[in-house]
């Protein structure tokens, strides 16, 4: 795991207010259309909402696909029903879940003078408190990493996706050691970028706003 502009040796001087730090970075190869500042918090979207058509879809499929089953190689006997049951279930579920997600709108990370804030654009709900206030003493690192994923094809195999993110790790009060080591931190939040230039000039940006970390003289 690559990182990118941590927090660890962060000047304890004046680092200025974040309106200050905001036009800095506003006036440097680091500047993005991706965070903006309004209402003295600089806020951009850690993660899109889904979107509505895929959750009618998951649906549509849940109902039609047990549907014409059914109607092309029925009647069924009890074990196939109750399988057609569970993918009508499984589709369904996901659907729903993909509705909500959607109807909560973006999920949005505000940083504000002296804290982080995440929350849903539409919705005061999904977002555990705990990430609804976390003061800047307790986040430990912000890096530009790599996120490799492992999902179940219905045939048993895996499939690899690999992205880049950015994460902001959080002290973890059921292990205190989190403060200095960063596998027992917990990541408040990862916020996808389509490259690694783009997730490490976020981490910089972060680093910034967050701990005063002087930006790299230049962005790659």
């Known amino acids: 795991m690559s990182e990118e502009g941590i927090g660890d040796d962060v000047s304890k001087g004046d680092i200025g207010t974040l309106r200050e730090r905001f ?26 909402a889904p979107p509505l058509f895929g959750g009618i ?14 109607t092309q190689f029925g009647p069924l006997v009890t074990t196939d029903l109750i399988l057609l049951g569970l993918v ?19 999920k949005w990370l505000f940083i504000h003078e002296n804290h982080l804030e995440l929350r849903h654009e539409k919705s005061e709900k999904g977002i555990p408190k ?3 206030h976390i003061p800047f003493s307790n986040v430990v690192k ?11 094809d219905s045939d048993g195999s895996f499939t690899t996706t690999e992205s880049d993110v950015t994460s902001i790790l959080v002290y973890n009060p059921d292990y205190p050691e989190s403060r200095t080591d960063q596998e027992f931190c ?3 939040t990862d916020i996808h970028s389509t490259t ?18 002087p930006l790299p003289l230049n962005a790659e």
């Open 130 to 132: 705990k990430n609804q």
């Open 57 to 70: 879809i998951a649906i549509a499929m849940g109902i039609v696909v047990p549907f014409i089953v059914q």
């Open 142 to 152: 912000i890096l530009s990493h790599e996120r490799v994923t492992e999902d179940s």
């Open 186 to 188: 917990l990541c408040m």
């Open 23 to 48: 036009d800095t970075l506003e006036r440097s190869t680091y500047a993005s259309t991706r965070m903006t500042m309004s209402n003295g918090s600089a806020g951009m979207v850690a993660e899109r």
């Open 196 to 213: 690694k230039a783009e997730s490490d000039a976020i981490a910089a940006a972060l680093n910034f706003l967050v701990f005063g970390t």
């Open 88 to 106: 009508l279930l499984v589709f369904t579920s996901v659907g729903l879940l993909l509705l909500r997600q959607h109807l909560r709108g973006d």
